[in-house]
């Protein structure tokens, strides 16, 4: 089921979420650290007279604080973030260019990998942090060549020191980085799946409706909710064990799966109780699918240690925007029409 689960409902929207505020808050944070040094930085080569690196702080430190008020909203953070982390390490390559600046502007190689992996990402981060460390540590070992003319062994050993260093910290931040993403993955997969059944949970299924809503609402789109709840399944309990039960929860998760359209979303809300989201979907439609459900569920072959048990279900239709406009309005008529259809015999699809 895990397998299903990640290829037709994986969590984007949850994993973003999470994500995206923390990454809001990390790059505020740089934005304004890295103003403040720049400002420093700029002031220092004014009197050095390094007027086009202290020119080109000052903007890059006066840009990232008009950009704070723009953090917290934009669509568009990683392109934010991406063009100034480029100009700040434009800014760290002419340093190390300046000959006439510190001999220690090289230490500021070693940031570029570790702000480039906290603030942008795998991906992004590669691609970004590798051609300056590349181009920076080639510039810098020429320099340092033609300083030393005749480099002795332990001016190479010194070279050597600073682009194993480099290597080093760019291999470190690439696997960190890689392994810090596949945990925060695993933990939102967790934390918005179902255990027993492998699918989404109560929390992401409000997450998703309240999205789709979101999205129909822009595109003028119909959509359609079905609430199911499997009839008389205390007696499953009852009778053969609540072991007996969770195979059937488990086997019905599977079911519903694989019965829907790539586009749909199926979710455990509890209980013996599921949700299905069917997009693009009005009540003509969803009423043909809702049935499909329904049918499949009664023909499935259920079993517990090999042998047969017959489920049914009764499904509750509700059409947005018909039925309701919000979250609680929807599930709200899908629900009462479940129970409808529970007290007037159970195995059947109430739509509007």
Request: glycine letters at 6%; proline letters at 3%; aromatic letters at 10%.
């Given at each position: 089921?895990?397998?299903?689960?990640?290829?037709?409902?994986?969590?984007?929207?949850?994993?973003?979420?999470?994500?995206?505020?923390?990454?809001?808050?990390?790059?505020?944070?740089?934005?304004?650290?890295?103003?403040?040094?720049?400002?420093?930085?700029?002031?220092?080569?004014?009197?050095?007279?390094?007027?086009?690196?202290?020119?080109?702080?000052?903007?890059?430190?006066?840009?990232?604080?008009?950009?704070?008020?723009?953090?917290?909203?934009?669509?568009?953070?990683?392109?934010?973030?991406?063009?100034?982390?480029?100009?700040?390490?434009?800014?760290?390559?002419?340093?190390?260019?300046?000959?006439?600046?510190?001999?220690?502007?090289?230490?500021?190689?070693?940031?570029?990998?570790?702000?480039?992996?906290?603030?942008l990402g795998l991906r992004p981060?590669?691609?970004?942090?590798?051609?300056?460390?590349?181009?920076?540590?080639?510039?810098?070992?020429?320099?340092?060549?033609?300083?030393?003319?005749?480099?002795?062994?332990?001016?190479?050993?010194?070279?050597?020191?600073?682009?194993?260093?480099?290597?080093?910290?760019?291999?470190?931040?690439?696997?960190?980085?890689?392994?810090?993403?596949?945990?925060?993955?695993?933990?939102?997969?967790?934390?918005?799946?179902?255990?027993?059944?492998?699918?989404?949970?109560?929390?992401?299924?409000?997450?998703?409706?309240?999205?789709?809503?979101?999205?129909?609402?822009?595109?003028?789109?119909?959509?359609?909710?079905?609430?199911?709840?499997?009839?008389?399944?205390?007696?499953?309990?009852?009778?053969?064990?609540?072991?007996?039960?969770?195979?059937?929860?488990?086997?019905?998760?599977?079911?519903?799966?694989?019965?829907?359209?790539?586009?749909?979303?199926?979710?455990?809300?509890?209980?013996?109780?599921?949700?299905?989201?069917?997009?693009?979907?009005?009540?003509?439609?969803?009423?043909?699918?809702?049935?499909?459900?329904?049918?499949?569920?009664a023909n499935y072959p259920f079993?517990?240690?090999?042998?047969?048990?017959?489920?049914?279900?009764?499904?509750?239709?509700?059409?947005?925007?018909?039925?309701?406009?919000?979250?609680?309005?929807?599930?709200?008529?899908?629900?009462?029409?479940?129970?409808?259809?529970?007290?007037?015999?159970?195995?059947?699809?109430?739509?509007?």
């Amino acid at each position: 089921m895990q397998r299903d689960y990640e290829g037709r409902h994986s969590l984007p929207e949850a994993e973003f979420n999470i994500a995206d505020a923390h990454r809001r808050r990390m790059i505020r944070l740089l934005f304004v650290l890295a103003s403040g040094i720049l400002f420093v930085y700029a002031s220092i080569n004014f009197i050095e007279e390094l007027y086009l690196l202290a020119v080109l702080q000052l903007i890059c430190g006066v840009a990232g604080l008009l950009s704070l008020s723009r953090l917290a909203r934009t669509r568009h953070l990683m392109v934010w973030t991406f063009g100034f982390l480029f100009a700040l390490y434009v800014i760290v390559f002419l340093a190390v260019l300046t000959v006439e600046g510190s001999d220690t502007n090289y230490v500021w190689i070693y940031i570029i990998p570790v702000l480039s992996y906290a603030m942008l990402g795998l991906r992004p981060g590669l691609l970004i942090s590798l051609p300056f460390m590349l181009i920076t540590m080639t510039v810098l070992v020429i320099q340092q060549l033609d300083l030393y003319g005749d480099p002795s062994l332990r001016e190479l050993s010194n070279l050597l020191n600073l682009v194993a260093s480099a290597v080093l910290m760019m291999v470190f931040m690439h696997f960190y980085e890689k392994g810090r993403a596949e945990t925060q993955r695993q933990l939102v997969y967790m934390a918005a799946t179902d255990a027993l059944t492998g699918l989404p949970n109560r929390g992401q299924f409000q997450t998703t409706l309240r999205s789709v809503i979101a999205d129909s609402k822009r595109r003028r789109a119909e959509f359609t909710l079905v609430v199911l709840d499997l009839d008389r399944f205390k007696q499953v309990n009852d009778t053969r064990g609540h072991d007996a039960g969770d195979e059937i929860l488990r086997q019905l998760g599977q079911c519903m799966s694989d019965g829907l359209r790539e586009s749909d979303f199926v979710a455990r809300l509890g209980g013996e109780e599921f949700a299905v989201i069917l997009r693009e979907a009005s009540m003509p439609v969803a009423a043909a699918l809702a049935e499909s459900i329904r049918e499949k569920i009664a023909n499935y072959p259920f079993s517990y240690e090999g042998l047969p048990i017959q489920v049914h279900a009764t499904l509750g239709v509700a059409v947005f925007p018909h039925d309701g406009e919000d979250a609680t309005a929807l599930y709200k008529a899908a629900d009462e029409r479940l129970y409808r259809g529970k007290h007037h015999g159970r195995n059947r699809v109430v739509s509007a």
